[in-house]
Nanobody
Framework: QVQLVESGGGLVQAGGSLRLSCAASGRTFSSYAMGWFRQAPGKEREFVAVISRSGGSTYYADSVKGRFTISRDNAKNTVTLQMNSLKPEDTAVYYC?????????????????WGQGTQVTVSS
Protein backbone atom coordinates (compact mmCIF):
# COMPACT_ATOMS: atom_id res chain seq x y z
CA GLN A 1 0.00 0.00 0.00
CA VAL A 2 1.29 3.46 -0.93
CA GLN A 3 -0.19 6.73 0.22
CA LEU A 4 0.55 9.86 -1.79
CA VAL A 5 0.13 13.48 -0.70
CA GLU A 6 0.60 16.34 -3.16
CA SER A 7 1.50 19.93 -2.37
CA GLY A 8 2.56 23.08 -4.17
CA GLY A 9 -0.43 23.95 -6.29
CA GLY A 10 -1.78 27.46 -6.56
CA LEU A 11 -2.52 30.42 -8.80
CA VAL A 12 0.10 31.76 -11.19
CA GLN A 13 0.16 34.07 -14.18
CA ALA A 14 0.87 32.75 -17.65
CA GLY A 15 4.60 32.40 -18.20
CA GLY A 16 5.22 31.74 -14.53
CA SER A 17 6.43 28.66 -12.69
CA LEU A 18 5.19 26.29 -10.03
CA ARG A 19 6.76 23.32 -8.32
CA LEU A 20 4.58 20.41 -7.26
CA SER A 21 5.74 17.86 -4.73
CA CYS A 22 4.40 14.45 -3.81
CA ALA A 23 5.33 12.72 -0.58
CA ALA A 24 4.90 8.95 -0.44
CA SER A 25 4.50 6.74 2.58
CA GLY A 26 5.93 3.28 2.96
CA ARG A 27 9.31 1.67 2.51
CA THR A 28 8.70 0.54 -1.06
CA PHE A 29 8.84 3.92 -2.78
CA SER A 30 11.78 2.92 -4.97
CA SER A 31 9.76 -0.06 -6.23
CA TYR A 32 7.36 2.23 -8.06
CA ALA A 33 7.52 4.36 -11.14
CA MET A 34 6.09 7.74 -10.19
CA GLY A 35 4.05 10.00 -12.36
CA TRP A 36 1.84 13.03 -12.65
CA PHE A 37 -1.53 13.32 -14.32
CA ARG A 38 -3.95 16.21 -14.61
CA GLN A 39 -7.65 16.68 -15.05
CA ALA A 40 -9.34 19.84 -16.24
CA PRO A 41 -13.08 20.43 -15.69
CA GLY A 42 -15.15 18.37 -18.09
CA LYS A 43 -12.15 16.48 -19.41
CA GLU A 44 -10.62 13.08 -18.81
CA ARG A 45 -7.59 12.63 -16.62
CA GLU A 46 -4.50 12.84 -18.81
CA PHE A 47 -0.90 11.76 -18.51
CA VAL A 48 1.69 14.49 -17.86
CA ALA A 49 4.99 12.83 -16.92
CA VAL A 50 6.46 9.66 -15.43
CA ILE A 51 9.84 8.73 -13.99
CA SER A 52 11.29 5.26 -13.62
CA ARG A 53 12.04 3.61 -10.30
CA SER A 54 15.70 4.58 -10.37
CA GLY A 55 15.04 7.99 -11.86
CA GLY A 56 17.10 7.13 -14.92
CA SER A 57 14.25 7.41 -17.42
CA THR A 58 11.58 10.04 -17.85
CA TYR A 59 8.67 10.40 -20.26
CA TYR A 60 6.48 13.41 -20.96
CA ALA A 61 3.29 14.28 -22.73
CA ASP A 62 3.97 16.28 -25.88
CA SER A 63 1.99 19.20 -24.46
CA VAL A 64 4.47 19.71 -21.60
CA LYS A 65 7.73 18.53 -23.13
CA GLY A 66 10.45 21.15 -22.71
CA ARG A 67 8.48 23.04 -20.05
CA PHE A 68 7.97 20.49 -17.25
CA THR A 69 10.59 18.40 -15.48
CA ILE A 70 9.90 15.39 -13.27
CA SER A 71 12.42 14.22 -10.68
CA ARG A 72 12.51 11.98 -7.63
CA ASP A 73 14.46 11.52 -4.43
CA ASN A 74 14.28 7.90 -3.28
CA ALA A 75 15.98 8.74 0.02
CA LYS A 76 13.20 11.20 0.87
CA ASN A 77 10.31 9.33 -0.80
CA THR A 78 9.39 12.34 -2.87
CA VAL A 79 8.67 13.12 -6.50
CA THR A 80 8.63 16.63 -7.90
CA LEU A 81 7.18 18.27 -10.98
CA GLN A 82 8.82 21.56 -11.94
CA MET A 83 6.50 23.48 -14.23
CA ASN A 84 7.86 26.42 -16.21
CA SER A 85 6.40 28.67 -18.90
CA LEU A 86 2.92 27.84 -17.68
CA LYS A 87 -0.05 28.41 -19.98
CA PRO A 88 -3.75 28.85 -19.18
CA GLU A 89 -4.39 25.44 -20.73
CA ASP A 90 -2.23 23.89 -17.99
CA THR A 91 -5.00 24.74 -15.52
CA ALA A 92 -6.19 21.51 -13.89
CA VAL A 93 -6.11 19.40 -10.79
CA TYR A 94 -2.75 17.62 -10.76
CA TYR A 95 -2.52 14.11 -9.36
CA CYS A 96 0.51 12.17 -8.22
CA UNK A 97 0.51 8.51 -9.24
CA UNK A 98 2.47 5.38 -8.38
CA UNK A 99 2.69 2.29 -10.55
CA UNK A 100 4.94 -0.73 -10.94
CA UNK A 101 5.79 0.20 -14.54
CA UNK A 102 6.64 3.35 -16.50
CA UNK A 103 4.53 1.88 -19.30
CA UNK A 104 1.29 1.27 -17.43
CA UNK A 105 2.15 4.31 -15.32
CA UNK A 106 1.23 6.42 -18.35
CA UNK A 107 -2.29 4.99 -18.48
CA UNK A 108 -4.75 6.52 -16.04
CA UNK A 109 -6.89 3.37 -16.14
CA UNK A 110 -4.00 1.20 -14.96
CA UNK A 111 -2.29 3.28 -12.28
CA UNK A 112 -2.01 1.50 -8.94
CA UNK A 113 -2.18 4.43 -6.50
CA TRP A 114 -3.36 8.03 -6.62
CA GLY A 115 -2.92 11.10 -4.49
CA GLN A 116 -5.83 13.38 -3.67
CA GLY A 117 -4.82 16.07 -6.16
CA THR A 118 -3.74 19.70 -6.02
CA GLN A 119 -5.22 22.58 -7.99
CA VAL A 120 -3.10 24.53 -10.45
CA THR A 121 -4.63 27.63 -11.99
CA VAL A 122 -2.85 29.67 -14.66
CA SER A 123 -4.33 33.07 -15.41
CA SER A 124 -3.93 34.78 -18.77
Amino acid sequence: QVQLVESGGGLVQAGGSLRLSCAASGRTFSSYAMGWFRQAPGKEREFVAVISRSGGSTYYADSVKGRFTISRDNAKNTVTLQMNSLKPEDTAVYYCAADRSVVTGQDASRVDYWGQGTQVTVSS
